[in-house]
């Protein structure tokens, strides 16, 4: 379990972030980096151009669920556990 070194990006606004240059894009997500992982109470479709075919979504691929935050997302696979794993995996 070695260690493996990740860049954590937030992006509060994914039409912010489309409407700067290619330049500052690719500094920020290099093009050449496949491993890349989504994290957000919902579900994938709009991460996707994001993270591309090799990456992996963290979230609640339904509606309607209702609970206090830690069950529903414990209950979906996301945690910070799982996020860990998600990454060692697409490092290994």
Same mark, same amino acid.
């Given at each position: 379990?070695? *260690?493996? #070194? =990740?860049? =954590?990006? #937030?992006? %509060?606004?994914?039409?912010?972030?489309?409407?700067?240059?290619?330049?500052?894009?690719?500094?920020?997500? %290099? %093009?050449?980096?496949? /491993?890349?992982? #989504?994290?957000?109470?919902?579900?994938?479709?709009?991460?996707? +151009? @994001?993270?591309?075919?090799?990456?992996? +979504?963290?979230?609640?691929?339904?509606?309607?669920? #209702?609970?206090? %935050?830690?069950?529903?997302?414990? *209950? +979906?696979?996301? &945690? =910070?556990?799982?996020?860990? &794993? &998600?990454?060692? *995996? @697409?490092? /290994?």
């Amino acid at each position: 379990a070695g *260690e493996v #070194s =990740v860049r =954590v990006v #937030s992006m %509060p606004c994914q039409e912010w972030f489309a409407a700067q240059d290619a330049a500052y894009r690719d500094e920020v997500l %290099p %093009p050449q980096v496949a /491993a890349r992982v #989504s994290v957000e109470a919902g579900i994938a479709m709009s991460w996707r +151009h @994001l993270i591309g075919d090799a990456g992996v +979504h963290l979230g609640i691929e339904r509606f309607g669920a #209702s609970a206090d %935050p830690d069950r529903i997302f414990a *209950e +979906h696979g996301v &945690t =910070v556990e799982a996020l860990v &794993t &998600t990454i060692r *995996e @697409l490092a /290994a």
